[in-house]
């Protein structure tokens, strides 16, 4: 097998799910519903918290910052549609730049996902225990340089990775996947690069690792303000609004862990084929959907919109 470096003359072959060919048609049926279950969900939460002045809060604010990620995440790393391209046709190459974008880019979303997750369990911090003083502890100012600090913090780290996964001799051309991640790149490295993966493990439990604990104890601050409250109504408004955040902070690092928190050599590819199509499709579909149906007031923004369109139909 051939050695290389940045070449942007190499390319790769994204194997996909062509070892199960009799599922490919299956798949692609499935994930382009999902995929356009996720285009229509998230620009409607996007749509929503722009236009109903009842979501022009610091939680809504966040939370189209999550949705145009997932929306991002899906579509213009050309994860998704890549995909669906290589279970309908027969062409499953890749540059080698285009792998590299791809692999940047991904990075950098969810890593910038990673940080932004930390910023909304703050601000349901700051809601539940710290109620008079909220709107002032959000002041919109804080809340833009939170969500720029999200995606800076998130590009920069992908930057540090890319740019020590380039610098790596890569044999071979043949990625285990349907689209170029971290761990299938590992598994090409061509010499012992024990030092290099090292660094990059860091970076990767830095931005991992380090906000799953911030979000932890956040939520411990939560639960033991929750416990003294001794309204049943409160309490269930709260459990409401942070559940959605919980649940959606549960199937990100649940499955970012497993992808990235594991040494190279215990990482099987093809388990991590259905992990990546889960944190790739399945999450920014069930995103929506965890924070409207768990949600009185993007529910009644969302059905508002809709009584309007009956209306005028």
Not at 168 to 179: I, V
Request: net charge positive.
């Amino acid at each position: 097998m051939g050695t290389f470096n940045i070449s942007l003359g190499k390319s790769f072959i994204l194997v996909g799910f062509s070892d199960w060919p009799a599922l490919e048609l299956i798949f692609f049926i499935h994930i382009l519903i999902f995929y356009s279950l996720t285009l229509f969900g998230n620009t409607a939460i996007i749509a929503l918290s722009r236009t109903d002045l009842r979501l022009h809060t610091p939680m809504y604010f966040f939370l189209s910052h999550l949705s145009f990620l997932d929306l991002c995440f899906t579509t213009s790393t050309v994860t998704v549609p890549q995909l669906l391209i290589n279970l309908y046709g027969h062409d499953r190459t890749i540059s080698y730049g285009g792998c590299v974008s791809q692999l940047f880019i991904t990075l950098a979303l969810g890593s910038t996902e990673s940080v932004l997750l930390v910023v909304m369990a703050f601000d349901r911090y700051a809601a539940v225990c710290r109620p008079l003083h909220y709107m002032n502890i959000m002041h919109p100012v804080l809340c833009q340089a939170l969500a720029i600090a999200s995606w800076v913090g998130g590009f920069l780290n992908s930057l540090i990775q890319t740019g020590l996964m380039m610098a790596m001799p890569l044999c071979g051309h043949r990625l285990n996947h349907f689209f170029c991640e971290m761990p299938v790149f590992l598994k090409l490295a061509c010499q012992d690069t024990g030092g290099t993966e090292a660094k990059m493990f860091v970076a990767r439990a830095v931005i991992v690792a380090v906000p799953a604990m911030l979000i932890l104890g956040s939520y411990a601050q939560i639960a033991r303000a929750v416990l003294k409250v001794k309204s049943v109504a409160a309490r269930r408004k709260a459990a409401g609004t942070c559940g959605s955040h919980l649940l959606v902070v549960s199937l990100f690092y649940g499955s970012a862990t497993y992808t990235y928190l594991q040494p190279k050599d215990s990482y099987s590819e093809s388990k991590g084929k259905f992990v990546a199509l889960f944190y790739t499709i399945i999450t920014p579909m069930l995103n929506p959907l965890i924070y409207t149906l768990r949600n009185k007031d993007m529910k009644g923004a969302l059905w508002k919109v809709l009584g309007r369109a009956a209306v005028t139909g």
